[in-house]
T-cell receptor, first 111, second 110 residues
Framework: NAGVTQTPKFQVLKTGQSMTLQCAQD?????MSWYRQDPGMGLRLIHY???????DQGEVPNGYNVSRSTTEDFPLRLLSAAPSQTSVYFC??????????FGSGTRLTVV | KNEVEQSPQNLTAQEGEFITINCSYS?????LHWLQQHPGGGIVSLFM???GKKKHGRLIATINIQEKHSSLHITASHPRDSAVYIC????????????FGTGTRLQVTL
């Protein structure tokens, strides 16, 4: 099925651990982005990419790294997890003038 | 002040009622998106608007660019419409990223 595949769905980390959230799309979309969703706040942009090899920071980039080596994949790396990074993370893809397609989300808890 | 404001934050309706959710924004935009999120669920795109009005089934979305305002209407509401509805905008020249409102939680009862 065409869409955005996001893994894992759930993850528990200890403070200081690192991990990578995977995101892949098969729609040949140029744009990909990562958002976090916290209670009482709208989704906030972490990092985004307008094409392979091009990434930029969003509203809340600290503590996260991204890379875009292919059109399909846009992994999000947590370098040293902190409790403040407990959240639900969504990956999304789109093209100019196209709807956004979202992954199913990753619920991350940092203890 | 947030760039995207939604109202109301919470809404309870009886089955069959006509529902309106409002979204105001303060920046120039290339597009406005309406999204739906069911409890514990993923996010689904409902509409993308840059002008005028769009309709899918019982859902209607309108936008007034001059007033920087959009509305999402649900006609003949049904309990399966219970969800959080989110307004998001792509600022002018930046279709690659969205700024979101905080969402409107809708509950439709029998």
């Amino acid at each position: 099925n065409a869409g955005v595949t996001q893994t894992p769905k759930f993850q528990v980390l200890k403070t200081g651990q690192s991990m990578t959230l995977q995101c892949a799309q098969d729609m040949n979309h140029e744009y990909m982005s990562w958002y976090r969703q916290d209670p009482g706040m709208g989704l906030r942009l972490i990092h985004y990419s307008v094409g392979a090899g091009i990434t930029d920071q969003g509203e809340v980039p600290n503590g996260y790294n991204v890379s875009r080596s292919t059109t399909e994949d846009f992994p999000l790396r947590l370098l040293s997890a902190a409790p403040s990074q407990t959240s639900v993370y969504f990956c999304a893809s789109s093209s100019p003038t196209r709807y956004y397609t979202f992954g199913s989300g990753t619920r991350l808890t940092v203890v | 002040k947030n760039e995207v404001e939604q109202s109301p934050q919470n809404l309870t309706a009886q089955e069959g009622e006509f529902i309106t959710i409002n979204c105001s924004y303060s920046v120039g935009i290339s597009a406005l998106h309406w999204l739906q999120q069911h409890p514990g669920g993923g996010i689904v795109s409902l509409f993308m608007l840059s002008s005028g009005k769009k309709k899918h089934g019982r859902l209607i979305a309108t936008i007034n660019i001059q007033e920087k305002h959009s509305s999402l209407h649900i006609t003949a509401s049904h309990p399966r419409d219970s969800a959080v509805y989110i307004c998001a905008v792509a600022s002018t020249g930046t279709a690659s990223k969205l700024t979101f409102g905080t969402g409107t939680r809708l509950q439709v009862t029998l």
